[in-house]
Structures are given as C-alpha cells and as structure tokens.
C-alpha cells in the first residue's frame, strides 16, 4: 500500500523567499505523484503532477517539483513566495492501475509581508 | 463549464441521525470519488464510483454507503451519526481513472453532528 508523509504541518516564510514543502512517499511500484492545493473555504485545486519522463515537474502559478526515486521524495519549490500562496498544500500518490489517490496530511502555508 | 458542485453546504445534525450529502460531477465526467477531510486528518479516501458501479472503498465502516446515479451525479449517505463524522465531504470527479487524470474538487459539505 502506499503512503504520503508530509514534514511540517505548518510552514512560514516572508514575502519574496523561497518556499520549500516537503513529501516523501512511499510505494511498491513507480508512482504517479501530485501536488494539490486548497485556498481557504475552497475545494483543492492541481498545482502539477508527475506521472512519468521528466523529474523535474512544472505546475500553475510558479510552483515546481522534482521526483528522486532515491530519496523517494516530491518536495515542492517556488523561488519567490507571494502572499496569495498562503493556503494548505497536499502531496498525493498513487500506484499506476490503482485508481485511488493517497493523501498526505497537509502543509500550511502562511506568508508573511 | 461548471465545476463539481455540492450540496448542502453546511448540515447541522445530532448523534444517531443520518446525513445525505449530494454531488454532480462535471459535464462528461463518469467517475465520482468521495473523501472525507476530518480536522488534523488529512484526506481520507471513502468511496469511488465509476459507470454506477462502486469500484473502491476506503477503510471506513458500513454505516458509510453511497450510490452513483445514472447521470453520474453521486450521493454519500452516513447513517447512525457519531460525533467524529464531523468533517469536511469533499467529492471530485474525474474523466479516468484518477491515477493518470486530474481531479476535480467541489467545495465540499460541512457535516458538523451535535
């Protein structure tokens, strides 16, 4: 079965510095990885998605995140964090043939001027 | 093009009742996934319907029941309430299967049991 651990419940940075969250996964099989966030009183929304090829994935809104098998790690980047990124950020797998995301628990991200 | 859409927004209810949360899926979107979102939980899996069919169930107890309906539209039923089904139900749909598609999330329904 696979399973998503998200380090940090809460993360904070200011304005304009680098955000960082971080998922590591775990998985019988190569995965099919997600980033979702969830703006609040909203639904979630797809940031980006790794599904095969290329490690390094880029998703809406200047976020980007790279898989590395070794670490089995999806950790999340933006260079320059902006204060309506504030919001709850879930990383989600899934095994291929298994129709059924896994989320983790969440990251809040809160941006302070 | 409409998005998923729940209803009702917020439902107030005692122990013991039953609740029934609704959803409609996009337009063309045959698969409708349910997922509960409890305070520090996370998201937690519930059920997954596809062509009408339940095709996966998550480690939840039978009291949790839904059904898929011909045009795709979904209800989650939850009978003899406890006081932790209080949660934010959150369903999404999707074109295929989840694990190669995107989901669509609908804002939710708010259960809160008394």
């Known amino acids: 079965a696979q399973s998503v651990t998200q380090l940090g419940s809460h993360v904070s940075v200011s304005e304009g510095a680098l955000v960082l969250l971080r998922c590591n996964y775990s998985?019988?099989?190569?995965?099919?990885l997600f980033w979702y966030v969830q703006y609040p009183n909203q639904g979630l929304q797809l940031l980006l998605k790794?599904?095969?090829?290329?490690?390094l994935v880029k998703g809406i809104n200047g976020f980007e995140a790279e898989f590395k098998k070794s670490e089995t790690s999806f950790h999340l980047t933006k260079p320059s964090a902006h204060m309506s990124d504030a919001a709850e950020y879930f990383c989600?797998?899934?095994?291929?043939?298994?129709?059924?995301?896994?989320f983790g628990k969440g990251t809040m991200l809160l941006v302070s001027p | 093009e409409a998005g998923v859409t729940q209803s009702p927004t917020h439902l107030i209810k005692t122990r013991g009742q039953q609740a029934t949360l609704r959803c409609s899926p996009i337009?063309?979107?045959?698969?409708v996934y349910w997922y509960q979102q409890a305070l520090g939980l996370g998201l937690q899996f519930l059920l997954w319907y596809d062509e009408g069919e339940e095709r996966n169930r998550g480690n939840f107890p039978p009291r949790f029941s839904g059904r898929q309906f011909p045009n795709y539209s979904s209800e989650l039923n939850v009978n003899a309430l406890e006081l932790e089904d209080s949660a934010l139900y959150l369903c999404a749909s999707s074109l295929e299967g989840s694990n190669t598609g995107e989901l669509f999330f609908g804002e939710g329904s708010r259960l809160t049991v008394l």
């Open positions: 989600a797998v899934s095994d291929p043939g298994y129709s059924t995301l896994t």
């Open positions: 998985s019988s099989v190569p995965p099919y």
């Open positions: 337009s063309g979107h045959t698969s």
């Open positions: 790794y599904i095969s090829a290329a490690t």
